[in-house]
C-alpha cells in the first residue's frame, strides 16, 4: 500500500477540508483510530472501505492508485508493473484474508476500477460490507463463496456474479484454498 500512498492521500482529502480524524470517522463510520492507521499505512483497506472514503471526499477510488496527475487516454498495465496491496484488514482490525492489486492506477476518472484479488484463507468473521455502485466478480482459479444479502452463492471456476454493491456483501474461499478473482467496481 504505501507504494501507492493511499494513507498520505486520504490525509491530504481530510487535512484539505481542514476535518478531524473524529470528524471522518463519524461521517464514513470507521473508528478514528482505523482512519489513522489507514492515514499512516499501517494497515490497508478493503475495497469497500475505500469506496466509502472516497465517497464522503466526492472523489473516485482510483484517486488513491494513481502514480500521476496526468490524464491517460489509454493504459497499458504489464504483470510486472502490478503492485500488491496486502494486509487488507477490517473495522474491527482483523485479517480479512485476501489481498488485491489495481490493474489500472494511471488512467484518471474512470468509471470501471478493475482489481485482481487473492482470497488466501477463510476468515473466522463472515462481516459484510457495502458500498455505491455495481461489482462485477469472475473466478479466475479455485472455489469461491460469495455472500450477498441474505444469499451465500457458490462459484467455481470460470462462474461469475455481478451485483448492485449497495447490498451487504463478502467474497469468500469456500474451503480455504487460493482464489484468484477478476473484480470489477463501479462507482
Not at 39 to 57: D, G, H
Not at 95 to 114: H, I, T, W
Amino acid at each position: 500500500m504505501s507504494e501507492y500512498n493511499i494513507g498520505a492521500k486520504i490525509k491530504k482529502l481530510r487535512l484539505a477540508k481542514k476535518l478531524t480524524l473524529q470528524a471522518v470517522a463519524k461521517e464514513t463510520g470507521f473508528s478514528p483510530a482505523l482512519i489513522s492507521q489507514i492515514e499512516n499505512n499501517n494497515v490497508s483497506p478493503p475495497i469497500a472501505t475505500l469506496s466509502r472514503i472516497a465517497k464522503f471526499f466526492d472523489v473516485k477510488v482510483g484517486m488513491f492508485f494513481a502514480e500521476e496527475e496526468e490524464e491517460y487516454k489509454y493504459e497499458v498495465v504489464r504483470k510486472n508493473d502490478r503492485k500488491l496491496i496486502p494486509r487488507v484488514i477490517s473495522r474491527a482490525g482483523t485479517s480479512q484474508g485476501y489481498s488485491y492489486e489495481s490493474l489500472s492506477f494511471r488512467k484518471q476518472n474512470k468509471k470501471m476500477e478493475p482489481f485482481l484479488l487473492s482470497v488466501a484463507e477463510r476468515p473466522t468473521e463472515e462481516n459484510t460490507y457495502s458500498h455505491d455502485g455495481e461489482e462485477f466478480l469472475f473466478i479466475m482459479s479455485g472455489k469461491a463463496e460469495v455472500l450477498i444479502g441474505e444469499e451465500r452463492i457458490f462459484l467455481d471456476e470460470g462462474d461469475c456474479v455481478y451485483f448492485d454493491s449497495s447490498v451487504k456483501h463478502r467474497l469468500l474461499s469456500r474451503d480455504g484454498s487460493e482464489v484468484k478473482v477478476l473484480a470489477v467496481v463501479t462507482r
